[in-house]
Every structure is written in C-alpha cells, then in structure tokens.
C-alpha cells in the first residue's frame, strides 16, 4: 500500500493519546503529522518537536491561529499576540505552515463585512513576521454554515483576496475538501491561488449527511460521502503541487475507531481515492 504524500491529521485522532497517534502514523508507512496547538500545550514545543523527530517523522501543518474578528481593541490585540505565539511555534516544530481559522461574526456588532476587513488588516500585520520566521499562514475558508461562529471567509476567491492584499508572499491558502467541494469557483480559484504562489496546502476529508448534531462533526472517510475526490485532487495537480496531503477527520465514530483501524481505512481510501490523482 503506497501512502506517498500522506499526512494524518492530528484531530483526526483527537481521542487517542499524543505517543500513540505518532507510533501508530509510523506503523502504516506514513512520514508526516499535522498537529494541533493542544499538543503543544499539552508537552511544550521543543518536546513535541523532539518526540516527532525521534519518530522519524515530520509536521505538514499546525492548527490553528486566527479568530481575527474581535472589534474591541483589547480582544483585537490579544488575538494578535496568541497568533504571534502560533507563528513561533509551528517555526518551533519545523512546520512550513500555520492554518489559520479566521473567526466568525462578532456578535457586538454582526458587521460581517466589518469582520472580513479586520480578518485582513491583522493578516497584513501578521505575515510579515512570520515570514521572518519562515513560516507561511494558510487561509483556511470554511463552508457558509460556519460563517456565524468559525469563519466569516467561505471561498477561495475570499481567501485569496485577503492574502494578496497582505502584499506577503507569506500569506496563501489551504484547500479542505470539506469546506470547498460545493464551490462552483473552485477550479479556477485553486488555479488562481497555485499561480500567485500562494496554495500552501490540501486536506481531504468526506462530506456526511445526515448532518451530526455538531455539523463540524460531519467529516468522514474518503468515499463515505458525497465529495468526487478524484476530481478535486486532479484540479489541485494540475497546478503542480506536489506537496502534503493531509486527512482532517471530525467525527465522533472515527474518534471511537481503534487508532489502528482507523489508520488502515484511511491509507485505503487514499490509495484507492487520492494518490492516483495527485
């Protein structure tokens, strides 16, 4: 089983202990993780980064930075020094990328297009310092039903307009099949992004009805669901990207899965709906 490019997701495995997750990545093949800030919260950065690389692996991503949104100063100037904190840290664990999850509409006020503007004035602020770092923020837009509580950016395009008006080459995109696959933009926006330099990363995960009581929890494994990822894969290589494919699953059965069982799938329905692809 060829699990090439291949990168587990931490949250994926959100329920299964931080050393089991590593070595059960290293039992299928797999050579990359995307870690979450909580684990470096739960061991300190410098640990984490030496348990990763005595495990022979590597980190595709952290998550995540942003909320962004906040319209009083104070929230607006704490939210700019934790994703400083971030920045560091994913220099820290030798990740080429932050993903950043920009934070949904500010409640004081419901000013969405006042919430977009704050996401890109902080962006603008921040990338230059990671860019000193040599770390790169991945816009991450999410689907539209997230739009009140998690991110006021849903497209592509939204994403990529905020990173280009950084006027950094540190500010890009990533693509999460789950957020994007219903956008009838999405080709010439992946084109768009890979063409300004700015598509920094891909996650795969399924799209599941009947929607979990928590929607973000509808994540599933590839095939599960309703997304053409062959499709979408090929959109994405046909602009040369040739970098880490991450598997982001939310989703209480998987959670409940055996790590090792769950691993298998995913290497399988990778190999089987993803790698011929890319």
Same mark, same amino acid.
């Given at each position: 089983?060829?699990?090439q490019?291949?990168?587990?997701?931490r949250?994926?495995?959100?329920?299964? !202990?931080?050393?089991?997750?590593?070595?059960?990545?290293?039992?299928h093949?797999?050579?990359?993780?995307?870690?979450?800030?909580?684990?470096?919260?739960?061991?300190?950065?410098?640990?984490?980064?030496?348990?990763?690389?005595?495990?022979?692996?590597?980190?595709?991503?952290?998550?995540?930075?942003?909320?962004?949104?906040?319209? #009083?100063?104070?929230?607006?100037?704490?939210?700019?020094?934790?994703?400083?904190?971030?920045?560091?840290?994913?220099?820290?664990?030798?990740?080429?990328?932050?993903?950043?999850?920009?934070?949904?509409?500010?409640?004081?006020?419901?000013?969405?297009?006042?919430?977009?503007s704050?996401?890109?004035?902080?962006?603008?602020?921040?990338?230059?310092?990671a860019?000193?770092?040599?770390?790169?923020?991945?816009?991450?837009?999410?689907?539209?039903?997230?739009?009140?509580?998690?991110?006021?950016?849903?497209?592509? %395009?939204?994403?990529?307009?905020?990173?280009?008006?950084?006027?950094?080459?540190?500010?890009?995109?990533?693509?999460?099949?789950?957020?994007?696959?219903?956008?009838?933009?999405?080709?010439?926006?992946?084109?768009?992004a890979?063409?300004?330099?700015?598509?920094?990363?891909?996650?795969?995960?399924?799209w599941?009805?009947?929607l979990?009581?928590? !929607?973000?929890?509808?994540?599933?494994?590839?095939?599960?669901?309703?997304?053409?990822?062959?499709?979408?894969?090929?959109?994405?290589? #046909?602009?040369?990207?040739?970098?880490?494919?991450?598997?982001?699953?939310?989703?209480?059965?998987?959670?409940?899965?055996?790590? %090792?069982?769950?691993?298998?799938?995913?290497?399988?329905?990778?190999?089987?709906?993803?790698?011929?692809?890319?």
């Open positions: 089983m060829s699990t490019r291949l990168s587990l997701n949250w994926t495995f959100r329920t299964t !202990p931080l050393q089991e997750f590593l070595e059960t990545t290293v039992s093949g797999i050579d990359a993780v995307g870690l979450w800030r909580q684990d470096v919260a739960e061991v300190g950065a410098d640990a984490l980064r030496r348990r990763v690389d005595d495990a022979g692996l590597r980190v595709s991503s952290l998550c995540r930075g942003g909320f962004l949104t906040a319209s #009083a100063e104070a929230d607006r100037a704490a939210a700019l020094e934790d994703n400083r904190r971030a920045i560091e840290e994913t220099a820290a664990l030798g990740a080429p990328t932050l993903v950043l999850v920009v934070g949904g509409v500010d409640r004081e006020d419901k000013d969405l297009v006042g919430a977009r704050r996401v890109a004035e902080a962006i603008a602020e921040l990338a230059p310092y860019a000193e770092r040599g770390v790169t923020l991945s816009i991450e837009p999410l689907h539209p039903m997230f739009a009140a509580d998690r991110a006021v950016v849903s497209t592509l %395009d939204q994403a990529l307009d905020i990173a280009e008006a950084s006027g950094s080459p540190a500010a890009g995109v990533v693509v999460d099949t789950y957020h994007v696959w219903w956008d009838p933009c999405l080709e010439r926006a992946i084109q768009r890979a063409a300004a330099g700015r598509l920094f990363s891909y996650q795969v995960c399924d599941n009805l009947p979990a009581a928590e !929607p973000l929890h509808s994540r599933g494994y590839m095939g599960d669901g309703y997304i053409d990822f062959p499709s979408i894969t090929r959109m994405v290589a #046909a602009t040369g990207y040739t970098g880490d494919i991450e598997v982001e699953i939310f989703n209480e059965d998987v959670w409940a899965t055996p790590a %090792d069982e769950a691993a298998r799938i995913i290497a399988e329905r990778y190999e089987q709906l993803v790698l011929p692809h890319a």
